[in-house]
Structure formats: C-alpha cells, structure tokens
C-alpha cells in the first residue's frame, strides 16, 4: 500500500523479538530504502545476505544502496581464500553443517571398524581411504560450522546510523580528530570503552567513535 513507514515500524520489531528469515531481512531493507533511510537499507541488506551470501537480488539491491552512501575508501582487498572459504560457510546453517560434519565422523569409524576387521586386502585399503577422506571432510565441515557460527553470531562489522560521525585518536571529544564518515558507512569493530568504539575503516584506517551511531550487523 506504500505505507513504508508503517512496514519498517513492523519489521524492526520483527527483528527486534528474534525473528529471522531471508525474506524479511531483505524487504524490511526494501522498506528502509523507499522510506529513505539508507543507512537502515543497507544494515538489514546486509544481514539478509548473511542468511543467503549468493542471491543476486539481495546483492544488487546492497550495490544501489551503497552508491548512495557519500564516503568513498580505496577498500583493502581480502585474501581471496578468506572471501570464498566465508561465502561457502554461509550457504548452509551452523547446525546443517555440525550435523553433516557429525555423520562423516561416525561414517569414518565404521569405515575404520571394516578397515580393522576385513581381512582381504583389496577391501582394508578401500575402507582405510574411504575412513580418512570421511574423517578429513568432518574436520572441514566443523571449521564451516565454527566459521558461520561466528559471523553471524559474533559478527564484528556494523553500520553507521548518524549523518556524520567524528573519529579520534582516543575515547572522549577532547582527543585529536582522524577522519569523517556519513551514514551507511560500514566499519569493522575492533574494541570497545564505555560508550565509544574503535572502529577500522574499508581502508583499514582506525580511530574512535561514539557507539550509538553505530549498529552492528
């Protein structure tokens, strides 16, 4: 009904009473965005593509929102197998991959059982094979399942909420100002003091902001 200042009221509370789902993180950042609050837009797009990292819709919409954002950073670019080890861990959940990487495990000790037991040749080394390469993808399903645990639960990257944001060399309005940022900027946070945060910026420039301007992803 275009009624975007209703829908978001109704979306943030959604988020805020624990709901989650792919489709409403991302028309609640819909709603934030035809609302006008682009900052908001990119938060929940953001936590929409940690639900679902390859659909192109959630993607395309966090571009045109970023576009809109004012600052600009020469990004420093992550190590590659970082980025696709990340991707490949949030396209299932945490328990998805524990309760795969559990039945690998119990599959390589009954693999190991027939490889202790069997007494053709032919078929031990087969079972040892099998045990190992079962055991070795547990292991890797176990790094997945810590990995997407982490980002979605302890994930450290948050949004710049206010329209411009002062960073200082220490906590506190009397220490030396370091840079300018604008709302939608996305920030890592490394520590926290009271009511400041210090944050990394895209280019991997740090200083300390007020965390009420911030909202973590």
């Given at each position: 009904?275009?009624?975007?200042?209703?829908?978001?009221?109704?979306?943030?509370?959604?988020?805020?009473?624990?709901?989650?789902?792919?489709?409403?993180?991302?028309?609640?950042?819909n709603?934030?965005?035809?609302?006008?609050?682009?900052?908001?837009?990119?938060?929940?797009?953001?936590?929409?593509?940690?639900?679902?990292?390859?659909?192109?819709?959630?993607?395309?919409?966090?571009?045109?929102?970023?576009?809109?954002?004012?600052?600009?950073?020469?990004?420093?670019?992550?190590?590659?197998?970082?980025?696709?080890?990340?991707?490949?861990?949030?396209?299932?959940?945490?328990?998805?991959?524990?309760?795969?990487?559990l039945?690998?495990?119990?599959?390589?000790?009954?693999?190991?059982?027939?490889?202790?037991?069997?007494?053709?040749?032919?078929?031990?080394?087969?079972?040892?094979?099998?045990?190992?390469?079962?055991?070795?993808?547990?292991?890797?399903?176990?790094?997945?399942?810590?990995?997407?645990?982490?980002?979605?639960?302890?994930?450290k990257?948050?949004?710049?909420?206010?329209?411009i944001?002062?960073?200082?060399?220490?906590?506190?309005?009397?220490?030396?100002?370091?840079?300018?940022?604008?709302s939608?900027?996305?920030?890592?946070?490394?520590?926290?003091?009271?009511?400041?945060?210090e944050?990394?910026?895209?280019?991997?420039?740090?200083?300390?902001?007020?965390?009420?301007?911030?909202?973590?992803?």
């Open positions: 009904s275009g009624d975007y200042s209703g829908a978001v009221a109704v979306y943030r509370k959604l988020f805020d009473d624990g709901y989650r789902s792919e489709d409403m993180l991302y028309n609640a950042g709603a934030f965005f035809k609302s006008g609050d682009n900052a908001s837009a990119i938060l929940f797009y953001e936590r929409a593509r940690l639900i679902a990292p390859a659909d192109e819709d959630i993607n395309y919409n966090l571009q045109i929102a970023r576009s809109r954002v004012t600052d600009k950073f020469e990004a420093v670019p992550e190590l590659f197998f970082v980025r696709w080890f990340n991707f490949l861990s949030l396209l299932a959940p945490t328990n998805t991959w524990a309760v795969t990487a039945l690998l495990f119990i599959a390589s000790l009954l693999f190991a059982v027939i490889f202790l037991t069997k007494a053709r040749a032919s078929g031990r080394l087969l079972s040892f094979w099998l045990s190992l390469a079962a055991m070795v993808l547990s292991v890797l399903l176990i790094a997945l399942a810590m990995n997407n645990n982490s980002l979605i639960n302890k994930n990257k948050a949004v710049v909420t206010c329209s944001v002062t960073g200082r060399s220490e906590p506190g309005e009397s220490s030396n100002e370091l840079f300018v940022i604008h939608g900027t996305t920030v890592k946070v490394e520590k926290e003091l009271g009511d400041y945060l944050v990394q910026l895209p280019d991997g420039n740090k200083g300390w902001i007020q965390g009420d301007c911030l909202e973590k992803i």
